[in-house]
């Protein structure tokens, strides 16, 4: 079991780090989420990857480089104050790019990992209109059985999810239970399940999410 954090909100003093275009100019933002063990540096890496002018990327950092301490099959309050905190964090990414002009419908959310969890779950319980949400190895937060009784409708949001079918951190039943949770919400989803991957992203993900991109930005 890891050190769980300390304090009500743990990643509320983290930075938010910024690559690609400044917010300011920007027509389009990607929040970028990490994942455990990981940084927003490293993470903001992927968006050279994508070379779409004209966006701002923005990835919270979470403090000790880990969103919440357990797995994300856990009961939920086994990861708080964690958790939470992280589900504000991404919310403030968020806040930073429209409270700079970006509408949401050109905000999409990324998430590897921990940090896909983290997003698949922010856009759940906030669901509306996004530019684009991509889920790359990761699925929705809680125990085999939680409740999905998210409110909102996401509107067409386009949104990928993709992962192995062995992969050691996320049962493929999650994955899939995360697709249709996000269809039930009016996601335009599509799913990729890879044979054998493991726990990575590889080049198919990373050509069909650049397109989603430059989509956002309305290449």
């Not at 990607?30 to 927003?40: F, K, L, N, T």
């Not at 050279?48 to 856990?74: H, I, K, M, R």
């Not at 806040?95 to 997003?119: K, N, P």
């Not at 650049?210 to 930005?217: F, Q």
Request: glycine share 14%; hydrophobic share 40%.
């Amino acid at each position: 079991m890891a050190r769980a954090h300390s304090g009500e909100d743990p990643h509320g003093d983290q930075p938010l780090v910024t690559a690609g275009a400044d917010l300011a100019d920007a027509e389009a933002a990607v929040v970028m989420v990490h994942g455990r063990g990981a940084s927003a540096k490293s993470i903001l890496g992927m968006g050279g990857e994508f070379d779409v002018q004209g966006v701002a990327y923005l990835a919270p950092q979470a403090a000790g480089n880990t969103w919440y301490p357990n797995s994300f099959l856990e009961p939920m309050e086994t990861n708080q104050p964690g958790l939470d905190s992280g589900l504000a964090a991404v919310g403030a990414a968020i806040e930073a790019a429209t409270d700079a002009g970006i509408a949401r419908e050109r905000i999409m959310l990324l998430g590897f990992s921990q940090g896909a969890c983290l997003a698949s779950e922010f856009v759940a319980r906030n669901a509306t209109r996004y530019g684009g949400l991509a889920v790359l190895s990761g699925g929705l937060i809680g125990p085999e059985g939680t409740p999905r009784e998210y409110d909102g409708s996401l509107e067409d949001t386009p949104v990928f999810v993709g992962c192995s079918n062995r992969d050691p951190h996320i049962p493929l039943e999650r994955v899939k239970e995360t697709t249709s949770v996000l269809e039930d919400l009016g996601g335009e989803v599509t799913e990729r399940i890879y044979e054998g991957m493991g726990h990575g992203v590889n080049d198919d993900e990373m050509e069909f999410v650049s397109g989603m991109v430059r989509s956002l930005a309305g290449d």
